[in-house]
């Protein structure tokens, strides 16, 4: 698979990743067995971008990748993240110094690794200056513990800040065709060299010809009450989809390779981290990374969904803002 650059400190990585949170969190039951033959199966296709976090289970899904990729450690790539705190009956922010090293300590137990490949803040804490935050990952990048650093779901402001004080290879935010915000800062990125990494770039699953009304998943599962999933958009984006799927079947493709391909052909510094627990639909997105598209597709798609798909990306208490 081709491989991409990701900001100017030598990342590199597979041309689409595999985001692991899905084995442990958000999507209802799952099987860690299934998961870890997803994630060997994924290196086994070439994939070598692996991304978890400390959310994800507070280390479950950790030690769930570092076992499935223990025994090629040294042919991937492995991002995790910090920044919650779990000790309220409501989930918090914490990117206190102290905070940070307790998480990557953790981090490298769960994973069973010496070095952390990309580390990022997972949320920025309004608490602490993001100057703080990015001293203390320079601390483990300069100590040898921590390889690159990240942001994710961060805005300009901060972008600019963290960048003066450690250089920040990627940035990872919700992007896909059903959610397209983030476009507002890919000049940003670009001028200050730092990669993209794509989550959900299905649409939490919808761009795959799969989705069913919120009311039809299990109540563990976020497209319960995930707005694009509930009556009225639901309808809206389905109709969407199903344009897509025509369009992909001219290509001999699917609406999520078609998706995939779209997200691959706006850039050649982003990479998406499409999550699946199933052998099968993993396959298929890896084969996306083969289908090109020209620009009369391209043309297509932006007819279909010129400024992306209907209803927020979160609820409003939950939605992150930018600075």
Known sequence: MEQRNLGQQGLKASALGYGAMGISLAYGPSDENEGIATIRR????????????????????????????????????????????????????????????????????????????????????????????????KEFIDAGKVRYFGLSEAGESTIRRAHAVQPVSVLQTEYSLFERDVEILLPVLRELGIGFVAYSPLGRG???????????????????????FQPGNYEKNLEATRSLADLAATKGATVAQLALAWLLAQGDDIVPIPGTRRVQRLEENVAAAGLALDDTDLKQIAEILPTGGFGARYPEGMLPTWD
């Open 42 to 137: 994924a290196h086994e296709l070439g994939v070598t971008f692996f991304d978890t976090a400390e959310l994800y289970g507070q280390g479950e899904n950790e030690r769930i990748v570092g076992a499935a990729l223990a025994p090629v450690r040294d042919e991937v790539v492995i991002a995790t993240k910090f920044g919650f705190d779990f000790t309220g009956t409501q989930l918090g922010l914490d990117s206190r110094p102290e905070h940070i090293r307790e998480v990557v300590d953790n981090s490298l137990r769960y994973l069973g690794v010496d070095v952390i490949d990309v580390l990022y803040q997972h949320r920025v804490d309004p608490n602490v200056p993001i100057e703080d935050v990015a001293g203390t990952v």
């Open 206 to 228: 919808f761009l795959t010809d799969q989705a069913k009304p919120g009311a039809a998943y299990d109540p563990t599962d976020m497209r319960s009450w995930d707005a694009r």
